[in-house]
């Protein structure tokens, strides 16, 4: 969930939680320091079951992984068990329990009637999820389908440029973050994921691709993507005024900006991972956001939904359908870094005994949301909430990042993360948050987010990346408007207008990309005209030589053996 959310949902629970049943204080535990170095600890407790019976488990080594088979999708492949199944139902039945039928909305936490784009977009998801697996029939996800977008198409938007940051289901009403009428400006992260999503089901159903048009085509563009690419959101400042700031840290900004760039625009500049930093924990280089939060006033967090959403929607590739199929990111980079993300939590694992699936999520009484993170503010595990305080007692096994891991990495720990989770649910009510990584319980909150990420999860063992680029038919979005000022008004991209090649560009300067080919270390780099690609990904460090070519001389120079 991004920074500009947190403030919705916080506000959203003080309502519900005041009254609610759920009111245990979380019991306190030291925080764990960081560590210099590295010393595999003598064991001292039983691995469980699931990662020493070789009827069960045939690698018994936590570090050691498989190859992707050939032509396969990173991770996990293969029909749901009986149990994979129950949960999917289990998933689902939030969105049965939470649905608002007069506006087709989900709830985005439990009863309260609010939600935002980001859990909006995690709703579709789970109606994809639904209806792929076979626990919905057509009639039922058409019906949902069509409802949603019919009332995305009309929503109310924040000063006629975007839609609002946070909206009443039962009414459809845009609203303040008290859940009252009013407005407090728009997330591009939010648009970003919805657009993700909404190209999925255009992609996926091209029967709602008209529909599916329709909801971005009334949105304005023009202070939302940047010239160089950036993205910006807005907030109201204390006089009422409309403050356009850009939006996004490593992780999320690249992943909202897939989501415009699915849909045409130009934003090289958030796609961008630029600038870089590293910080070593457990051997691991884990990558974070290099601005600097006391200059740009911003929480570099690093967590782990972004890369899972990237990994389990897009199989980390280029927003473009990508030529060399399953089994190689053509965005390289993000699958490197996500593996990174993946192993620096299996090491803590390892090092402490401590089962780590971190990601922001919901919690029960106060401060009602945090972000747990792998690294911000300077500190390795930090768990900090949207004031920047740290919240130790409030760290958790996430139930949407320890099965959005078990389905894009096939190794022995992940095995362990889903017996964590497995039946942390509710029958008729979905799952819950996580668990406390203290020993104080599990967190008892129920939302759209958690659910429906644990959906696609599911979906992505049978089918792979959610992303099918199946839809040839010409786009409504490409053409309408075409040779009127409409289109530049609203800052549209112009996929009608080619621009020709570059009268100048023969003796270009080389672009050195921000992660070059020596900085992949647990993915295997491939050169692609669009930038370094990636395959053979495994959480255990292997080393990529270059290949270099042969130098030779030119045939005018060399002599001619014949005649010697």
């Excluded at 996926?204 to 529909?211: D, E, F, S, T, V």
């Excluded at 359908?321 to 190689?328: L, R």
């Excluded at 207008?497 to 570059?502: P, R, Y």
Aim: aromatic fraction near 12%; hydrophobic fraction near 35%; glycine fraction near 8%.
């Amino acid at each position: 969930m991004p920074l500009l959310r947190s403030a919705v949902l916080t506000t959203s629970l003080l309502i519900l939680l005041a009254s609610d049943q759920f009111s245990h204080p979380a019991l306190s535990q030291d925080a764990e320091q960081p560590q210099d170095t590295v010393v595999p600890p003598a064991p001292t407790i039983d691995l469980p079951k699931a990662l020493t019976d070789p009827a069960t488990q045939e690698r018994q080594e936590l570090m050691f992984s498989e190859k992707p088979a050939e032509n396969g999708y990173f991770g996990r492949h293969g029909a749901l068990t009986d149990r994979e199944m129950a949960m999917a139902r289990t998933a689902w039945s939030y969105f049965v329990k939470r649905f608002q039928p007069d506006t087709g909305l989900v709830n985005a936490v439990g009863s309260y009637p609010s939600t935002t784009l980001w859990d909006t977009a995690s709703y579709i998801s789970a109606l994809v999820s639904a209806h792929e697996l076979g626990i919905i029939d057509k009639r039922e996800f058409d019906r949902r389908a069509t409802k949603l977008i019919g009332t995305l198409r009309n929503l109310d938007l924040y000063r006629g440029e975007a839609p609002n940051k946070v909206y009443n289901t039962e009414t459809g009403e845009k609203v303040n973050y008290a859940n009252q009428p009013g407005e407090v400006g728009f997330s591009v992260l939010d648009m970003g994921r919805m657009l993700v999503w909404l190209r999925i089901l255009k992609e996926r159903y091209p029967y709602l691709a008209n529909g599916v048009d329709n909801v971005p085509m009334r949105w304005n563009y023009c202070n939302i993507v940047e010239d160089d690419g950036r993205l910006f959101g807005s907030i109201v400042n204390g006089q009422g005024e409309t403050r356009y700031v850009q939006e996004g840290r490593l992780g999320y900004e690249e992943y909202a900006a897939k989501g415009f760039a699915l849909w045409g625009f130009d934003v090289a500049g958030a796609l961008d991972p630029a600038p870089l930093a590293y910080t070593n924990i457990y051997d691991v280089d884990v990558p974070y956001d290099g601005r600097d939060p006391r200059v740009f006033h911003n929480q570099n967090y690093v967590l782990t939904e972004s890369y899972l959403l990237d990994g389990l929607e897009m199989g980390w590739d280029l927003p473009i359908d990508d030529p060399d199929g399953p089994g190689v990111a053509s965005q390289g980079w993000r699958a490197e870094f996500a593996h990174r993300i993946f192993l620096v939590q299996q090491r803590r694992f390892e090092q402490t005994g401590i089962i780590t699936a971190r990601s922001e999520h919901q919690v029960e009484g106060k401060p009602y949301f945090v972000y747990d993170s792998i690294f911000a503010d300077g500190y390795p595990w930090n768990t900090l909430d949207p004031s920047d305080v740290y919240q130790p007692d409030r760290a958790a096994v996430a139930a949407k990042a320890a099965i959005g891991m078990w389905a894009l990495w096939d190794v022995p720990y992940t095995d362990l993360l889903f017996e964590t989770v497995a039946d942390l649910s509710e029958e008729e009510g979905g799952f819950y948050e996580g668990l406390y990584e203290n020993g104080n319980g599990y967190i008892p909150l129920q939302t759209a987010n958690n659910n429906g990420i644990i959906l696609a999860a599911l979906l992505y063992k049978v089918q792979g990346p959610i992303m099918q680029f199946k839809n040839t038919n010409t786009s409504f979005w490409d053409m309408a408007y075409s040779g009127t000022d409409i289109r530049a008004n609203k800052c549209l991209p112009e996929p009608m207008v080619e621009e020709i090649t570059c009268c100048s560009c023969a003796n270009a300067v080389e672009i050195k990309p921000a992660v070059p080919w020596e900085e992949f270390k647990y993915c295997k780099p491939l050169d692609r005209e669009n930038g370094i690609a990636a395959t053979d990904c495994r959480p255990e460090e292997q080393v990529f030589a270059k290949p270099e070519p042969r130098l030779v001389l030119p045939a005018a120079c060399r002599a001619d053996w014949s005649t010697q």
